[in-house]
């Protein structure tokens, strides 16, 4: 299976090219890839602890007897 | 302030896709360049983060505000994004919009710059982001590669559009 391939246009010459991906290019690609990944599922989990703190922390307000309207205020 | 505003080049992504279009022989004879992007991608998420690789690198500094109708978000990163595409979860035949634009780019400093873009979907979830990023590159800007930064590739009909800015 052939590498993915980029476009490549040279400004001066107005040239445009479709090249194929080095097998290094290929391993770069996917290795950004991976990263961004790791990116996105970090963030992921960052916000998912943040909305179980919050929901614990609005169950707690709640037994201490705040009505919703009130919590809300709260996090205003 | 710029009073002139001239294409330099442009692609569109033919039906075989494109992991990147690089934009080389860039002419030194402009103040600034404007890149403007309508990008729509492979990766399986309604977005996907737009890379810009100057002279052949990536790693500069970035910050971003982000947001996608329901929270906003804010950081840093060390990866030149700077703008946004549809990914290939969104709604079919939408298109993100980017733009990105680069001051004194044959400046022998460091240098600057900005970044906004929006992901189109047809649903709930829809991202807007600022970005501005710096890279101590003191070599003029010869060449410009876009990529999307999480692996996708470019679809067919994505376009590209170089444009060089003069200040006189």
Redesign the interface.
């Known amino acids: 299976m052939p590498n ?11 040239v ?1 090219s ?1 090249i194929e ?1 080095t097998d290094a ?1 290929v391993a770069e ?2 290795a ?6 790791a990116k ?1 599922a970090e ?1 992921e989990a960052a ?1 998912a602890a943040e909305e179980a703190a919050k929901a614990s922390a609005q169950a707690k307000l709640a037994a201490l007897g705040l009505t919703a309207e009130e919590i809300a205020a709260l996090s205003k | 302030m710029p009073n002139t505003f001239t294409l ?4 569109t ?2 039906a ?12 030194s004879s402009y103040t600034d360049l404007v890149i403007k992007l309508s990008g729509r991608t492979t990766y399986a ?1 309604t977005v996907e ?1 737009t ?1 810009l690789a100057l002279n052949g690198s990536n790693t500069y500094a970035t910050k971003y505000l982000q947001g996608d109708g329901g ?1 906003a ?1 804010s950081g840093s990163q060390t ?1 030149l994004n700077l703008g946004l595409m549809t990914g290939a979860n969104a709604t079919g035949n939408t298109f993100g919009n980017s733009e990105f634009y680069i001051p004194n780019y044959t400046s022998s400093s460091a240098k600057a710059f900005s970044g906004e873009g929006v992901s189109e979907n047809n649903a709930t979830q829809a991202f807007a982001g600022l970005f501005a990023g710096s890279a101590s590159l003191t070599a003029a800007i010869t060449s410009i590669t876009i ?1 999307p ?3 996708g ?1 470019f679809v067919q009909h994505s376009t590209a559009y ?1 444009y060089g800015v003069r200040s006189s």
């Not at chain 1, 993915?4 to 040279?10: M, S």
């Not at chain 1, 950004?32 to 990944?37: L, P, S």
């Open positions: 993915p391939t980029r476009i490549e246009i040279n400004c001066t010459t107005g445009e479709i991906l290019e690609m996917e950004q890839a991976a990263i961004a990944e996105r963030d916000k | 330099i080049a442009s692609s992504v033919g075989g896709g494109a992991a990147s279009i690089d934009f080389t022989s860039i002419p998420s983060a890379s929270s978000a990866i990529t930064n999480a692996g590739s170089l």
